[in-house]
């Protein structure tokens, strides 16, 4: 062979080699037995874990700053920084261009989720091999358990919702196909209603087992319920006229033109079959210390009262939001002077009535306002003059000073300082120090007994013919604050419509930064008075000058507020649409 | 059978190739043949090398060789009989073999001096071979000359002659456009010869897609960069190109050494997806930033599909073809140069001082809160101004504290290339070095400067294996070794920008880090404080090519394979701390400092590891034609060549991307040209992607090009003194993408991993969380459809030259998310499709003015230009609620905001005017009502300003040759682009509270007093976010236009000095070179090159730098 064939015979493999590799098997690369969806329903493990996915959409709602809204732009707190999100919706800087806190779309997704594991969970051989059709049922319960809950999140925050079914809209479908109608808020109720109650048949009362705490039960969706009905029945939704303008395209009302008092009654006995469960405790400390008692409520993992709670959270992050800078935090989550006002003093009276109450003078070196206040105000509410112990204070607790020179006063502060003077301390662990890296963990209690007493009273309360009822669960929640019952004492036994303005004044106080009184304030049409100017002390001044009030923040309000707009982006898309009133 | 047998049998062959090789040179040494060149060498100096390579001695006296002269030739592969021949000659010596040794001795008398031998008439030997071009066309009509004889011949058709001559006449080959060659005969008959084109002739033989043609045939538009052009004091080769060539859009967003690389885009960007082009060094796509430049042959760009239709998928956002340099036949040449720069940001954003901070801060403070107490006291101003208390009444220039003046850079480069007829090499080794300008703390016990360390090394071989058989085999690749300070350049310059002047001092006067509570930091902790990352990169580039000769089968016919494997290995340490800061509240009684910890640090440094890596593996097979008929009237070519690659993500994080990325095509191609005046193009590229389901993966796409020489036509010659060539051509083709970006195999769903849930009591049951993650769909790549008209014009006698193309390109199926899903329906990730459409249309020229004036005086004035603009027909989206809102129509990367009619002058003006959010004052931004609703919200925001990507990209410049001497200059502009303003920093007092830096100009502020009617910033609030004078508005885009003068050299050239030769130099050459030296702009608040935002990244570098280039 001489060189010439040589390199032919060389060339000639080379091409031969090419030519081989050719075939198109080259480029079908991807294993067949790579991890499909329709795997993932076939095994236990990855199926909870389908399942764990939908249970995050149950949202951490300990970031009030720029996750949530619903203690910042009330009359409850004010959020010290201009950067987050809450900021530009108390100027008013939002549209449906802007559409802040946007859950919408995350909650729908958890929706979609869900459908897609209760119409595919069936059948799981390895679930049916192991536990049997009865997980199966209870893992599909749960997964409409959280669909109903989605729904009603956004039903709270949106307004009425658009009602998607029990199949999910395919992912390939045209535009056109994709378009569905936003319902009335009423068929909105209805069908979470009759969800939940699907799920609270299968769903268990208690836990299986301790590694099943934090699943949904039948408690939490009659719980659910419960709140969805309170709200069904109040004045924002039940007969409102002046939503009448607010109708879907064929013309009919989103919000009920008539007032139907028997939706009092539905609510009533939804928040009674929670109470009937008979599973729940209103928590009380072992040493009987109210202030202990009502942190308790929050600080002390999984206890009695609470009902669902979400275990993995950023609580830490409210903790660190919270605290003192002397404690190591960032100071800037702060109740306004009218939170503060709204507490009662220790003899059960609110400060307009209570003899107890001044405003002038100090007592041990604490500024009279702040004395004998009720033990909810000292679990709740830091303010000047307060000793305090906790984060990065572990020795001695230190004197609290927001004055203006003050140590957690605004000269030092950079953004960081209390715009009213005060700080929340409820649900803030003292264990929780951000110098140290240390970060207290417990559960984010989203439902406990407490808000049922007072579900229950109310719906009660407005439903009429049973005050005395109505009134045996509010004096249970006084009982555990440590102050004096309705009917005891100095304090006479409210009924009718006083009643139910105690009840919602109980309401706001032992609800408190948990996320309520956005949503109370509205339904109960009483928006438009408890926004606008809100106050504090005077933060930019030392000494004895600093015991004034001056407005301290502004929350705008106008009648679009009521809900959040549906985003243009949506609105874009949903061609059949209507956008909320005044957006 | 699976890839890797395969891989070993080429391997195999490729070691059985290389062993042939090596055992015929082997073979050959045996019989003492000799190769070797000298220049002006006395014999004594050659005699050694005679005996290292035959392995004969030589004996001598000095004595005899006292009357000797120096001696020069050049030679190969010749016997020592006959170069001892050539030592002796016209000498008075002569020698003799002794024993297996050569002895010197003189010549015998009456020989000398030497007696002139008779002149034969007729030469003995008769030299036969054939002559070609660099593609290895053969070139008919080229005159062959015997300088001894006086007589010459012509080539034939297929570019052979014959010629009479004697060992030691001289043949000169030459022909028009080409640069003559002059061979010495020797023993050999047989003398092939290619002539290389002089640079820029028609003649020329530039690279194309898969090949070379010759520049007069070439149909497609494509343009090149002189590689003395890429060699400019900047370590990343993309940061060369822009406005250098024509057609290339470019912009660099920073100067960090390591990551300066430039963004490039090849006639702007015409799609949603990756826009980025085809890159392919030495035919393997490889990325070129860290090339050193110096080891670029050729650097040439494919625009048009006629150009790119061969690449098929990957080819529709052009291509950037890079050639190594290879040896060439001869006596070695080294090459030496060294370069040493000193460098400076072009551009340094310059802060206001601690005082001004504080008046403005108050300022705006009084804006806000009419009546309140000054937010900073007189007092505190007072002392900031004094600067007697710096550890509590700071007042820092951050910048100064953070940058040195100087940082340098380094580069050598040196590199030789030579050999014989049968075996050339280029070696090449290069070094950069490059120091950053960031301070470092000198009592830290690390290094944290940032320091960037590149040794490139390129190797080139060729073999004539056999007459017909060529093998280029190379090997090249770099390292680089970085290193960073532990947090990143963004993170530091975000933190002196967040800073402020008198907050904290850069260090107590105690020594202790400062840093105040929350969230802003000390810029100079981060800096200094932050402990060190260190990354090293390493690329190996290796590829062999068998090129087969089969003219013996079919004239003209010639197949080639190549293999290459590329290995790429990313490594990174970070070694980083946190120290314990501190912050001064006040001063106690005593006036000592009172502290407050405010973080503590974990005081040792840590340690934490990143790697990246890939491999890749490439084949390649093609068979080419070329063929010239009838004299070369008819001029035919054929290329067909079979492809595929395959790179593995060596550190893939997941189950998709850890499968191979591979491509597999056939690329085709059909040129025909009739006398050099009509020309034809078919291109085709038959292509697959493994992105698509099996019926969906492959795809042709063809494109095609006529040409028209005119000035070569027989009715033009009138006109030929005023034009001195003409050219048309026109191609249309269609070219695919298939680089979609984030989305593998589109065609199969995937489950994802998202975010779980917990569960438990007392025990954590933790679950990972699993959904649905990307639906399957059946898409397929996007397609550009591109037309393309160019013309080429030569006019003043051949001085000036021109090149204009027009482009047009439709490029439809743009891989989209679909935008018209609502969110209701819940699908998380929506699925993609063909969606979306883009036109793009252009035009880019060069020109080109070359004049001698006069012996001595060379002129040279060189432009390029291009100017492109894509419009979005589809954006798979719904539709805006109003037309200005459309980005359907409008340009790609169109800007959309408010509309900004001025300042509002008064409280009546405000309260007739729409009404805007927050709290609204004189001298806030004034918007305008596009919708006419009375209030301004994001129905308002319409199309404003161009871009961030500019449509323009221009260069130019004069250079001046005189003798020794050469002068130019290079002049770069980008131009309709602009610069949106934002982000903290740039917004004073954007979040409350003591954040935020102001630049210089806060002083051109609109003032209550009204003395400022046209300022800069409006009125001054705190937080400037309760208003919406900073909000996306036509205020804040900035004209981002700039002219920069990239480059001025100044260089002499010492030639043919004795100094030298005493040296062994045969060119020495000293240059100093200034780049990026002045940059012209509206835009002065950083380097406008940077871009949008606040201008919070590692500025541009400017550098003065002088080198020396020198030959041996």
């Given amino acids: 062979m001489n060189k010439q064939q040589l390199t032919y015979y060389i060339i000639s493999a080379i091409c031969l080699l090419a030519a081989l590799s050719s075939c198109k098997k080259f480029l079908d690369q991807v294993p067949n037995d790579r991890q499909t969806i329709e795997e993932v329903f076939q095994k236990k493990r990855p199926s909870e874990e389908y399942l764990a996915n939908v249970y995050n959409y149950v949202r951490d709602e300990s970031d009030q700053w720029n996750g949530n809204p619903w203690t910042g732009n009330v009359d409850e707190v004010n959020i010290a920084w201009a950067k987050w999100t809450i900021y530009q919706l108390n100027v008013g800087n939002w549209s449906p261009g802007t559409s802040p806190f946007y859950t919408w779309q995350s909650y729908y997704n958890g929706i979609r989720s869900a459908t897609y594991f209760i119409n595919h969970i069936d059948g799981n051989q390895e679930i049916l091999a192991l536990d049997g059709q009865q997980l199966i049922d209870q893992y599909k319960a749960e997964a409409r358990f959280l669909r109903a809950y989605f729904y009603f999140m956004i039903l709270r925050q949106y307004g009425p919702v658009v009602l998607i079914g029990d199949t999910e809209l395919p992912a390939d479908a045209s535009a056109a196909d994709l378009q569905l109608p936003r319902s009335s808020f009423d068929d909105c109720v209805n069908y979470i209603v009759s969800e939940l109650d699907q799920a609270a048949v299968v769903l268990p009362t208690v836990p299986a087992s301790d590694r099943d705490y934090g699943r949904a039960t039948k408690g939490a969706a009659l719980a659910i319920k419960s709140r969805v009905l309170l709200y069904a029945a109040s004045p924002e939704f039940n007969g409102n006229t002046d939503f009448a303008g607010f109708r879907n395209m064929d013309g009919t009302p989103f919000i009920s033109q008539a007032y139907d008092h028997e939706k009092w009654k539905k609510a009533a006995d939804a928040a009674k079959a929670v109470i009937d469960l008979n599973v729940y405790r209103l928590y009380e400390d072992p040493s009987g210390d109210p202030v202990k008692s009502y942190r308790g409520i929050h600080l002390v993992p999984w206890n009695d009262e609470c009902i669902f709670v979400r275990k993995s959270n950023s609580l830490w992050d409210w903790d660190y939001n919270c605290s003192l800078r002397s404690a190591g935090g960032w100071n800037g989550v702060s109740p306004v002077q009218e939170m503060v006002d709204a507490y009662f003093m220790k003899d059960g009276l609110p400060i307009t009535q209570s003899s107890l109450y001044s405003e002038t003078g100090f007592t041990n070196g604490v500024y009279n306002m702040y004395v004998n206040r009720e033990p909810r105000f000292y679990a709740s509410v830091l303010f000047n003059g307060a000793k305090y112990k906790g984060g990065a204070i572990t020795q001695d607790s230190i004197t609290v000073d927001m004055t203006y020179s003050g140590r957690d006063g605004k000269r030092n502060g950079g953004e960081d300082y209390s715009h009213t003077g005060y700080l929340v301390i409820k649900n803030v662990s003292p264990e929780t120090n951000r110098l140290a890296g240390i970060r207290n963990s417990r559960p984010f209690v989203l439902v406990r007994l407490g808000e049922i007493y007072l579900n229950y009273a109310e719906a009660l309360a407005e439903y009429g013919g049973n005050d005395a009822e109505a009134l045996r669960y509010l004096n249970l929640i006084r009982k555990r604050a440590g102050i004096p019952e309705y009917g005891s004492g100095e304090l006479p036994a409210p009924t009718g419509a006083e009643l139910v303005q105690k009840i919602r004044n109980e309401r706001r106080i032992e609800l408190a930064f948990e996320c309520h009184r956005w949503f109370d304030v509205r339904r109960w049409k009483i928006v438009s008075s408890v926004m606008g100017d809100l106050h504090g002390m005077d933060i930019d001044r030392d000494g004895n000058d600093f015991y004034r009030r001056v407005v301290a923040d502004h929350h705008l309000w106008k009648e679009a507020y009521y809900w959040f707009p549906l985003s243009q982006y949506e609105m874009d898309r949903g061609l059949k649409l209507v956008q909320n009133p005044g957006w | ?1112």
Wanted: proline letters at 4%; charged letters at 20%; a neutral charge.
């Fill in chain 2, 1 to 1112: 059978m699976g890839l890797s047998t395969k891989i070993w049998l080429v391997m195999k062959l490729t070691a059985l190739l290389l062993l042939t090789a090596l055992v015929h040179v082997s073979a050959e040494s045996f019989s003492q043949k000799v190769t070797l060149s000298v220049t002006n060498k006395t014999l004594q100096e050659v005699f050694p090398e005679l005996t290292r390579q035959t392995g004969v001695s030589i004996f001598y006296k000095e004595a005899f060789m006292a009357q000797t002269k120096p001696v020069s030739f050049q030679i190969a592969n010749a016997s020592l009989q006959m170069v001892l021949d050539i030592c002796v000659r016209d000498q008075p010596i002569t020698y003799e073999l002794e024993n297996g040794n050569i002895i010197i001795k003189p010549k015998p008398a009456g020989a000398w001096p030497p007696v002139p031998a008779p002149q034969a008439d007729t030469p003995r030997l008769t030299i036969t071979g054939k002559v070609t071009d660099a593609a290895g066309l053969p070139l008919p009509g080229a005159t062959v000359m015997n300088k001894a004889t006086g007589k010459g011949t012509a080539t034939g058709d297929e570019g052979g002659y014959s010629i009479g001559a004697d060992i030691g006449d001289t043949l000169q080959f030459s022909f028009i456009g080409y640069a003559s060659r002059v061979v010495v005969v020797r023993e050999r008959l047989v003398v092939d010869i290619s002539l290389e084109a002089q640079s820029g002739s028609m003649k020329d033989v530039v690279v194309v897609g898969y090949g070379r043609q010759k520049r007069i045939s070439l149909i497609g538009a494509q343009s090149s960069i002189k590689a003395e052009d890429l060699k400019q004091p900047a370590a990343n080769l993309s940061n060369a190109i822009a406005g250098r060539v024509a057609g290339i859009i470019g912009v660099q967003r920073s100067g960090e050494p390591g990551y300066d690389g430039s963004q490039i885009y090849i006639r702007g960007i015409s799609t949603f997806t990756n826009s980025s082009p085809l890159v392919l060094v030495d035919g393997i796509e490889r990325s070129f930033n860290n090339i050193d430049p110096e080891d670029i042959a050729s650097f040439t760009i494919l625009k048009d599909a006629s150009a790119t239709a061969v690449y098929g998928v990957r080819g529709a956002n052009g291509v950037i073809l890079i050639e190594t340099k290879r040896g060439k036949s001869g006596k070695p040449q080294v090459n030496l140069q060294l370069n040493q720069g000193i460098t400076q940001f072009t551009k340094v954003p310059e802060f206001a001082d601690g005082v001004t901070y504080l008046q403005m801060a108050n300022e705006a403070y009084a804006n806000s809160h009419p009546g309140a107490q000054p937010l900073y006291s007189e007092e505190k101003i007072r002392a900031t101004a004094a600067g007697t208390d710096p550890d509590l009444h700071p007042n820092v220039n951050w910048m100064k504290e953070m940058f040195n003046d100087f940082g340098n850079n380094r580069r050598v480069n040196v590199n030789a290339n030579g050999g014989s007829e049968r075996a050339t090499y280029y070696l090449s080794l290069g070094y950069y070095n490059e120091t950053g300008l960031y301070k470092t703390d000198e009592l830290a016990q690390y290094n944290s400067s940032i320091k960037f360390t590149r040794y490139n090394f390129t190797s080139n071989l060729s073999l004539q294996l056999f007459r017909n058989t060529r093998v280029d085999f190379g090997a090249s690749g770099w390292i680089s070794e970085g290193n960073y300070p532990g947090r990143s350049a963004g993170d530091i310059w975000d933190a002196a920008y967040i800073m402020p002047p008198t907050i904290i001092p850069v260090k107590y006067s105690n020594g202790l880090i400062p840093q105040p509570r929350g969230e802003v930091s000390n810029p100079y902790d981060m800096l200094t404080q932050s402990g060190y990352v260190n990354n090293t990169n390493s690329q190996l580039w290796s590829n062999i090519r068998v090129t087969q000769d089969l003219g013996a089968w079919l004239k003209g016919l010639s197949a080639y394979g190549m293999f290459s494997f590329d290995n790429y290995n990313y490594h990174q340490i970070s070694r980083t701390k946190t120290v314990d800061t501190w912050f001064a509240t006040h001063r106690d009684a005593e006036g000592n400092l009172v502290f407050e910890q405010t973080r503590v640090g974990s005081s040792y440094l840590g340690y934490s590891r990143s790697n990246s890596g890939s491999r890749q593996y490439y084949g390649e097979a093609a068979i080419n034609y070329n063929r010239s008929f009838n004299n070369g009237i008819h001029e035919v070519s054929g290329m067909i060549l079979y492809n595929q690659s395959d790179r593995t993500d060596a550190f893939a994080g997941d189950f998709i991307s850890a499968i191979p990325y591979r491509y597999q095509g056939i690329a085709a191609r059909a040129t025909y040209a009739y006398n050099e005046r009509y020309l034809a193009e078919f291109n085709l590229g038959y292509n697959g992607s493994e992105t698509f389901s099996e019926e969906k993966r492959f795809g042709f796409f063809p494109s095609y090009g006529v040409g028209w020489v005119a000035s070569n036509e027989r009715f033009f010659r009138p006109l030929s003194n005023a034009i001195q060539f003409l050219k048309f051509r026109g191609s249309y083709g269609i070219v695919g993408n298939s680089s979609i970006g984030g989305r593998r195999f589109a065609y199969i769903s995937t489950v994802a991993g998202t975010n779980g849930y917990s569960f438990g009591k007392n025990t954590d049951n933790n679950y990972n969380g699993l959904d649905i993650g990307d639906y399957a769909v059946d898409v397929t790549w996007e397609q550009a459809k591109k037309a393309n008209f160019g013309m080429e014009l030569r006019t003043l006698k051949g001085a000036l030259s021109l090149t204009v193309d027009f482009f047009l390109e439709s490029r439809d199926g743009i891989f989209r998310q679909r935008g018209d899903l609502p969110n209701y329906a819940g699908i998380q990730r929506a699925p993609y499709g063909n969606l979306g459409a883009i036109r793009n249309k252009g035009v880019d020229g060069t020109l080109t003015y070359s004049k001698q004036l006069g012996k001595d005086l060379h002129l040279e004035f060189r432009g390029n230009f291009v100017w492109n603009r894509a419009i979005i027909k589809e954006d798979a989206n719904a539709l805006w609620p109003y037309p200005w809102q459309q980005v359907i129509g409008r340009k790609l990367g169109q800007r959309f905001g408010l509309t900004a009619l001025g300042l509002f002058q008064s409280g009546e003006e405000i309260a007739n005017s729409p009404v805007q959010t927050g709290d609204i004052r004189p001298g806030d931004i004034k918007y305008k009502d596009l919708n006419g609703d009375g209030r301004i919200d994001n129905y308002d925001q319409g199309p404003i300003g161009y871009g961030s990507i500019p449509e323009i990209v221009y260069g130019f410049g004069p250079s001046l040759t005189y003798k020794g001497w050469s002068v130019g200059a290079w002049f770069k502009g980008i131009s309709n682009v602009d610069i949106s303003l934002n982000g903290e920093g740039l917004q004073p007092f954007q979040k409350e509270g003591t954040r935020g830096n102001l630049f210089s100009n806060i002083t051109d502020r609109w003032k209550p007093d009204g003395s400022n009617p046209a300022p800069w910033y409006p009125r001054l609030t705190y937080p400037s976010t309760s208003n919406s004078n900073y909000a996306n508005s036509s205020w804040w885009i900035k004209n981002g236009a700039f002219l920069r003068i990239q480059n001025v050299e100044l260089s002499y050239t010492f030639r043919e000095k004795r100094w030298l030769e005493k040296l062994g130099i045969s060119s020495f050459r000293l240059y100093a070179v200034g780049y990026n030296i002045a940059t012209f702009s509206s835009f002065d608040l950083w380097d406008v090159e940077l871009g949008d935002g606040k201008g919070a990244q590692y500025p541009l570098l400017k550098t003065y730098s002088l080198g020396i280039d020198c030959r041996f």
